[in-house]
């Protein structure tokens, strides 16, 4: 179902063709990077520290060295030392010796599964034997676990040149960055509330759960140069990483993009891919290295536990006057945690006068934390969303109504940046109210309702694109954004639209580092957007070009030409006949030659993104497990291209929401071990888990943006955590301040109720 | 050097002879000495089904099972569910319901999907996600999947999908249920 506010009328976008990469991905035959080989390729495994925090005395490696088969060892000792400072590297700023000491352990193991050493042998089992051979001498220091540790005074300190602003340069912290954001006078503004509601909430450490773990496969020649074969999101950003981490110029670097097997934020960084090189540069063979399930669970970047401190105000007629938050959130072992996205996000989606917002971002002995989907906004949203819900039922007012009064629309101030343009938030809350979920009646014992809403800023950044036209009159759309989600088949329908083509004639293709131009991660919702805004101007540079020839080929201007339904044709008749592109492509050689159409964007004006999520539970009152009975998500699409793959965004990140709401966490025990190192124990929803799943696209363009795009990928995944609260909320009267809500822990707090409610009746007899 | 064993079995329709190491699980052998990358691993512990294989008519995951226990075994992979160039009925429904966003889960969700369907001509959509409820997928949230499989078995139903290797007789969902998920006995 979609609520189009689009005008246009076009042929091929919003259409459902089958994408272009699809044969091969049902056939067995699409390439992910596990699945290339080489000839005389070695295989690399990778030594991790058992310990979540020690000094690391020494490393050695000789009865390793010398197993049969065994061609490679290397430690930290093998890479450069980099400077420990920040440098800007693609969409943010990183610290490369962090990044090179999350590579390999320098000096220190500062997470369970830390890498401390890799190995390459003729056989994966040989590589495994000889980690057994490595003899690692550790001195044991306490683990810190949690934000709360972490920042206590005399708190044992992870990175001893850690410093902040606020403690200066002298103090040893664990705090490594502290960020507030204001407006108005929340004192004042508490005073006008009729209605506080204040909570504190947490958050567990997730993972992104993409089931294709992380690999690469390097190969280092002769010559200095390196080719690196993965599955990543950004292969310029691999290629940079690399660069930086090995000391090897970026321009004899080559990174070739293998399919890949899901990322939602979680491959937008290095582990492997430099480790394959330096295996490679050493033995002079390509080298594969693929993570098993528990080192991508134990050491590759999981999102942020947090806890977050959420008070909010309003009149009694449900106006919202007043906000205040704390976050701290988990950076993992190295600084960089999303907690500036969730302070920048966590009460966005409405119009208050005063807010003050505190934000902590704390380095712990855990793995450092990457980007997922969304990143730092759902922890937030989980606070804020819950709070919202309070507070609508202390006004006496309905959850959706209450949305609607204080919704942030066009020119409302954003938390940081200037006022919003255009956005759908309103329409996500009204399509809910006009949907039959909503209109249907939930009836039963120890069922509830419960709505949330989420918002997102999306990213534009860098994307180049080429549109080759061949002699046959068919398209190739070259891009270098690696397609994750069907992305490639939304690339060749621009193209088809803009030049008039049929779908199945335009062939997208992903290519290496050296065949297109600079091209950002697949990551913020931005392909679509900004590497379809690429993919439109290309295609339309090609279409000026073809109108030149088609000009020339009738002896007139090319603004005499017209073109329209795929047909070339003068803009005023004089007996020239009207020509397709499949009839002008073999005349290209004698008008001039080959055509190819090309763009590169830096994208401004991106469209963030709103999602509102119904949803409908059932608890088992004797156990406390959760059942999701229906679920309902609205969304502003922008427009979208290929509304097949726009659901399919939708339903995936509504889908990891539940699951990060009701069982997803990492168990560390006392030690600062990780306990549920398999996808046994790290519960994500199967399909029993999850009904149907209903999605309402709701379309508001984007401003600016040549089709009106808005990016869909990430949105999704921040209501549902806080909807499904809600919910339980309403079949059982217990708020949940804490996730995962799992069935021990509802429990609980479903057992703390009812003893509260006995005593009370015991106190009235 | 751990000696390797001479193993002979069915896959794909076709006899192979090949060699491995008593300790190379199935999904190995057909990874790296059979170059039959189409099976994935995400997990080898047999927790998220993108190694799914059907041998001897059960749905099995490869990583859970030796190579050299597929001695004398029928064993169909995802490259072996097309006849030639015609897809078979769900590759072409996941295609068409856009079933697949990253596709890695695809292969193993395909023949635990044949596995019923082989079974259970005429699944409820019940049927299909406790058939299903093995396979782990991230991207979709299984709604396009489930939306699939129900359009395939409507073909299959009619007559219409067969799958190559043997069409196996008709039987009643609990038959078919107990049959895919075995008797308690182990494969041998």
Same mark, same amino acid.
């Given at each position: 179902m ?14 459902r ?12 035959? =699409? #390439? ?13 495994k ?9 000094? @690391?005395?020494?490393i050695?490696?000789? #009865? ?7 061609k ?7 890479l ?9 590297a693609?969409?943010?700023a ?18 369970d599964?830390?890498?401390?050493? =890799?190995?390459?042998?003729?056989s ?25 540790d972490a920042?206590k ?6 990175l001893?040149?850690?410093r902040n ?23 004042e503004g ?6 506080v ?9 997730v ?5 294709e ?8 020649s ?29 321009g004899? @670097? ?13 491959k ?14 050493i ?6 290295l ?17 806890? @977050? ?15 205040q ?9 190295y600084p960089?945690?999303?907690v500036?996205a969730?302070?920048?996000t ?7 006068p005063?807010?003050? *917002?505190?934000?902590?971002d704390?380095?712990v ?13 759902? +922890? ?7 709070v919202?819900?309070?507070l609508?039922?202390?006004?006496? *007012? ?8 204080? =919704? ?5 101030p ?6 919003f343009?255009? *956005? ?9 109210k006009?949907?039959?979920?909503y ?17 997102w800023?999306?990213?534009?950044l ?8 061949h002699?046959? !009159? ?5 891009? !270098?954004?690696?397609d ?5 088949a ?9 030049l008039?083509a ?8 992903v290519?290496?580092t ?5 091209t950002d991660?697949t ?6 957007f900004?590497?379809?805004?690429a ?12 109108k ?8 007139k ?7 329209a ?6 803009v ?6 009207p ?10 050689a004698?008008?001039g ?8 964007? $830096?994208?401004?004006?991106v469209?963030?993104?709103f ?9 088992d ?6 059942k ?9 699409? !922008?427009?979208a *291209? ?28 006392e030690?600062?071990?990780l306990? +549920?190192?398999g996808?046994?124990?790290?519960r ?12 309402i696209?709701?379309?508001?363009p ?6 009106? @795009? ?15 609260? $809600?919910?339980i ?9 804490e ?8 429990m609980k707090?479903?057992l703390?109720k009812r ?6 009746? =015991?106190?009235?007899? | 050097?751990?000696k ?5 079995a069915?896959?794909?329709?076709d006899?192979?002879e090949?060699?491995?190491e ?6 190995e ?6 170059e ?6 995400g ?16 749905p ?5 099972m ?35 966003q ?9 023949m ?8 259970n ?13 093995g ?10 999947i489930v939306k699939?499989?129900?359009?395939? %078995?409507?073909?299959? %139903? ?9 069409k ?10 107990r ?10």
């Amino acid at each position: 179902m979609a609520a189009s506010t689009n005008g246009h009328d076009y042929k091929v976008i919003g259409t459902r063709p089958i994408r272009h990469d699809g044969v091969d991905k049902v056939t067995g035959r =699409a #390439k992910y990077g596990a699945d290339y080989s080489f000839p005389g390729m070695l295989f690399g495994k990778v030594l991790r520290s058992p310990h979540a925090h020690a000094l @690391i005395k020494s490393i050695k490696v000789d #009865k390793a060295r010398a197993l049969p088969g065994v061609k490679a060892v290397v430690t930290s000792a093998d890479l450069p030392e980099l400077a420990d400072k920040m440098e800007a590297a693609g969409e943010q700023a990183i610290n490369l010796a962090h990044l090179s000491a999350n590579i390999l352990a320098r000096g220190k193991a500062l997470y369970d599964g830390h890498a401390i050493a =890799a190995v390459a042998a003729t056989s994966s089992h040989i590589a495994e034997e000889a980690l057994r051979l490595i003899e690692v001498e550790y001195e044991l220091l306490p683990p810190v676990m949690s934000v709360e540790d972490a920042m206590k005074p005399g708190a044992p300190v992870l990175l001893p040149t850690l410093r902040n602003k606020e403690d200066g340069p002298d103090k040893e912290t664990n705090v490594a960055a502290h960020m507030q954001f204001k407006r108005g006078d929340v004192a004042e503004g508490f005073k006008a509330a009729d209605f506080v509601v204040e909570r504190e909430f947490k958050t567990a450490m997730v993972h992104q759960g993409y089931i294709e773990p992380h690999n690469a496969v390097g190969i280092y020649s002769a010559d200095g140069h390196a080719t690196i074969y993965c599955s990543t999101q950004g292969t310029f950003v691999v290629r940079s990483l690399c660069s930086a981490v090995l000391g090897i110029a970026e321009g004899k @670097i080559k990174v070739v993009p293998a399919e890949i097997g899901g990322g939602f934020g979680g491959k937008t960084t290095v582990y492997l891919e430099p480790l394959s090189v330096l295996l490679s540069k050493i033995t002079g063979h390509p080298v594969k290295l693929v993570m098993t399930r528990g080192e991508v669970l134990r050491a590759t970047g999981p999102t942020s536990g947090s806890t @977050i401190r959420c008070k909010m105000g309003a009149t009694k007629d449900g106006k919202l006057v007043a906000a205040q938050c704390w976050l701290a959130y988990e950076a993992g072992a190295y600084p960089g945690s999303p907690v500036g996205a969730g302070a920048m996000t966590i009460v966005t989606p409405y119009n208050i006068p005063n807010i003050l *917002i505190d934000a902590y971002d704390v380095v712990v002995n855990r793995p450092k934390t990457a980007a997922y989907r969304a990143p730092g906004a759902t +922890n937030a949203a989980m606070a804020s969303e819950t709070v919202v819900d309070e507070l609508a039922e202390k006004c006496g *007012i309905d959850p959706l109504e209450f949305r609607l009064k204080n =919704a942030s629309a066009e020119g409302t101030p954003q938390t940081v940046g200037p006022p919003f343009k255009r *956005i759908g938030f309103v329409e996500t809350v009204e399509a809910i109210k006009n949907s039959p979920h909503y209109k249907s009646k939930l009836t039963g014992p120890n069922r509830g309702r419960g709505v949330a809403s989420g918002f997102w800023f999306n990213v534009g950044l860098q994307s180049s694109a080429t549109v080759n036209i061949h002699t046959d !009159g068919t398209v190739s759309v070259v891009t !270098g954004s690696v397609d994750i989600g069907g992305t490639r088949a939304a690339q060749a329908m621009i193209a088809a639209e803009v030049l008039g083509a049929d779908i199945n004639d335009v062939r997208p293709i992903v290519a290496d580092t050296d065949s297109i131009g600079h091209t950002d991660v697949t990551g913020g919702s931005r392909t679509a957007f900004a590497t379809g805004w690429a993919v439109y101007d290309a295609a339309q540079d090609a279409l000026r070009q073809l109108k030149e020839r088609v000009a020339k080929t009738w002896e007139k201007k090319p603004e005499e030409v017209a073109f329209a339904n795929g047909l070339f044709s003068p803009v005023s008749g004089n007996g020239v006949k009207p020509m397709t592109l499949k009839q002008l492509a073999p005349r290209l050689a004698r008008t001039g030659g080959p055509i190819v159409g090309r763009a590169t964007v $830096n994208a401004r004006g991106v469209g963030p993104a709103f999602a509102t999520t119904l949803v409908d539970v059932e608890v088992d009152p004797d156990t406390g497990k959760v059942k999701i009975l229906r679920v309902t998500v609205a969304q502003d699409v !922008g427009k979208a *291209i290929h509304p097949a793959y726009v659901e399919g965004q939708m339903q995936g990140g509504t889908a990891q929401g539940i699951g990060w709401a009701l069982n997803e966490e990492y168990f560390y025990d006392e030690k600062g071990v990780l306990r +549920n190192t398999g996808l046994l124990d790290y519960r994500m929803p199967t399909c029993l888990d999850l009904p149907e799943m209903e999605t309402i696209m709701v379309e508001v363009p984007t401003p600016g943006h040549p089709l009106g @795009i808005r990016g869909v990928g990430e949105v999704p995944i921040v209501p549902p955590p806080a909807a499904v609260a $809600n919910a339980i909320y309403r079949a059982t009267g217990v708020r949940m301040l804490e996730l995962p809500m799992s069935p021990p822990r509802l429990m609980k707090a479903m057992l703390k109720k009812r003893a509260a409610g006995d005593s009370q009746a =015991a106190a009235a007899d | 050097m751990v000696k390797k064993v001479i193993v002979e079995a069915t896959i794909n329709g076709d006899p192979v002879e090949l060699l491995c190491e008593p300790r190379q699980s199935l999904l190995e052998v057909l990874r790296d000495e059979l170059e039959l990358t189409g099976s994935k691993e995400g997990c080898l512990t047999g927790d998220c089904g993108a190694c799914t294989v059907i041998v001897d008519s059960r749905p099995v995951c490869s990583c859970l099972m030796l190579g050299v226990e597929a001695a004398g075994k029928n064993i169909t992979t995802v490259e072996g569910l097309a006849t030639g160039a015609t897809l078979h009925v769900l590759q072409q429904k996941f295609l068409e319901h856009a079933s697949l966003q990253c596709g890695i889960c695809t292969p193993g969700f395909l023949m635990s999907a044949k596995s019923l369907l082989d079974h259970n001509p005429t699944p409820t959509e019940a049927d299909i996600r406790y058939a299903l409820a093995g396979n782990l997928c991230r991207c979709t949230g299984y709604d396009k999947i489930v939306k699939a499989v129900i359009d395939a %078995a409507k073909h299959v %139903a009619d007559g219409v999908g067969t799958t190559h290797h043997g069409k196996v007789p008709r039987k009643s969902a609990s038959e078919a249920t107990r049959d895919m998920l075995g008797k308690g006995e182990e494969v041998k």
